[in-house]
């Protein structure tokens, strides 16, 4: 048992060296992301002034070419009638002609180079948003990792068995990470891009009032609507964290609400058959339900091109059991959960069968080219019926 209890020493000694250098990476990647946010910060407030500028020149230019036109006819009409002109009105005539054709040609160089600049800025900004998104994959995957080397290691070693447990654990923290990410991903691409351009906007409509006061008031009205936008991201990503339908009204009524929402925008015809949820059904399984058929319907919206779609809610003592259908396109099931696994995702159809798999659950989908597709879903209705699984497994 000394033996045993020296061999965990110096495993543990190892590990916690491993968590130091883990943490310490962390930290250096976490100061990199912070400088390129910075940076981006910038760049998106450099491409809002270019765009500005680019509005206020493409004007300019407008009005310089029309002056120009104008010119050229002047010249036309002094050069039929050159007698009846003196010397100088001619010659003053030529110099506003060629000051206005300097000013023209300058002006839409300007535009040129102000464009150019424009989509230098836009290449920037996309880089920085895919080096942060990035970084950030790398930032939870070093997360989870330390999660679980800072674990004891000798409660593992003593009891073979806990590595289920502890696999189970691992997928929990991935989870979490996910959970953490997606919410950072919808903040920082919502609320976040809102707030950044009502800041910029704030400045510019200092030095437009200044200028114009009709302007900036417009300015103004602009700006309103930004923080409005934020303000209704805000409201939907505290929604999505947890559903306030599912407090103020039964499962189905939510389901229903929910659903009609999402579709409100398509021509999709609803049939819905749902047996009235009874108070044995766990929330959290309610909660299952509901998201499954969130993220269910997101797809068909997104994907489908659905005329018709149907959900039926059953259940017993032991299993509720969720059939989601449409008459869409269809998409080959194996070769798309390939695909989005391979690029990372843990969103739409992979959180779709993270949540089934979590409650020990079972999930079938049937899809093909042209024929639609069936969602079916099978739950467990409590915790009794977890541990009866687990005892006999």
């Known amino acids: 048992m000394n033996n045993t209890n020296k061999n965990v020493s110096n495993i543990n000694e190892i590990i916690n060296k491993i968590i130091d250098e883990i943490g310490l990476s962390r930290e250096q990647i976490l100061n990199i992301v912070d400088n390129v946010r910075s940076e981006q910060e910038n760049l998106i407030f450099e491409l809002s002034q270019v765009r500005c500028d680019i509005d206020k020149t493409i004007k300019e230019v407008d009005m310089l070419e029309k002056k120009d036109k104008l010119m050229r006819r002047i010249l036309v009409d002094v050069s039929k009638n050159f007698s009846i002109y003196d010397e100088n009105k001619i010659k003053a005539a030529y110099q506003e002609a060629s000051d206005i054709r300097a000013k023209f040609m300058t002006k839409v160089n300007e535009e040129k180079m102000l464009r150019k600049r424009r989509l230098q800025l836009e290449i920037s900004l996309k880089k920085s948003m895919e080096n942060i998104e990035n970084a950030e994959k790398i930032i939870n995957r070093m997360g989870i990792a330390l999660n679980y080397l800072e674990g004891n ?160 809610l059953d259940f017993g003592t032991k299993y509720l059991t969720l059939i989601i259908s449409d008459d869409g396109i269809g998409f080959n099931v194996e070769e798309t959960l390939k695909k989005v696994r391979a690029q990372g995702g843990s969103y739409g159809l992979i959180g779709i069968f993270d949540r089934v798999n979590q409650l020990q659950g079972k999930i079938k989908i049937k899809s093909s080219q042209e024929s639609g597709t069936v969602y079916n879903v099978e739950l467990p209705v409590n915790r009794e019926v977890f541990k009866d699984e687990k005892k006999n497994n």
Do not use: W
């Not at 505290?238 to 929402?261: K, V, W, Y």
């Open 153 to 312: 290691i000798l409660s593992i070693l003593e009891d073979v068995d806990k590595r289920a447990e502890m696999f189970i654990g691992i997928k929990v923290l991935e989870a979490q990470e996910n959970e953490r990410e997606r919410i950072a991903r919808d903040i920082h691409d919502g609320p976040a891009q809102h707030m950044a351009s009502a800041i910029m906007k704030v400045d510019i409509c200092k030095m437009v009032i200044q200028k114009n006061l009709d302007e900036g008031l417009k300015d103004l009205e602009e700006l309103k609507e930004n923080v409005k936008s934020a303000l209704k991201e805000v409201r939907n990503i505290i929604f999505d964290l947890r559903p306030m339908s599912l407090e103020e009204l039964d499962l189905n009524e939510a389901i229903e609400q929910t659903i009609r929402s999402i579709v409100k925008e398509t021509n999709i015809e609803l049939q819905l058959k749902l047996k009235s949820i009874r108070s044995e059904i766990e929330p959290i399984i309610q909660v299952a339900v509901y998201r499954i058929i969130q993220e269910a319907f997101n797809n068909i919206k997104k994907h489908s091109k659905a005329k018709c779609a149907q959900v039926k």
